[in-house]
Structure formats: C-alpha cells, structure tokens
C-alpha cells in the first residue's frame, strides 16, 4: 500500500505532466496560427488529390482500353499515385 507522500507524489505528477501537455498544445497552436489558411488549404488539396485518384486512374485505363492503347499507359510502381499525362 502506497503511504501518503507517495500518493500525493504521483498526483502532483499526473497534474504536472497535464499542464505542460496543455502549455505545449498551446503554444503550438500559437505558433501555427499565423499558418492556419495554408496549412488548411494544402490538406484540402491531399484530400481532394486521394480521393480522387482512383476515378482518374480508372478513366485513364478506360480511354487507354477503348483507343486501342493499353500498352501505351504508363503503370508506375505504386498503384497509389500514378502519373497520369
């Protein structure tokens, strides 16, 4: 059983590392503000870039397939971003 100095220890403790959690949060958030528009703008763009890469890939292979130039598409090793001309 833990006497009491210990246990006010780990209390002091546990409130000590919750304040600098909060502290550092935000001072980050203070730092990053001047940002906030660019930061929020690129992640628009790599969430409008992931979703729909898929759709563009599909269509690639699709006028590809149809032109009779399946051979001519250009596959890259990552499936995921492809290079599309």
């Known amino acids: ?3 009491d100095d210990e246990a006010s220890s780990t209390k002091l403790e546990s409130k000590t590392i919750l304040f600098m959690l909060v502290v550092i949060s ?6 990053l503000l001047p940002f906030y528009g660019t ?4 992640g628009d763009h790599c969430i409008d870039f992931l979703t729909f890469i898929p759709l563009a890939t599909a269509e690639a292979e699709t006028k590809a397939y149809l032109c009779g130039a399946a051979d001519a598409i250009d596959r890259p090793a990552h499936r995921h971003f492809p290079v599309l001309e």
């Open 26 to 31: 935000l001072a980050l958030v203070w730092i």
């Open 1 to 3: 059983m833990k006497s």
């Open 39 to 42: 930061i929020m703008w690129g």
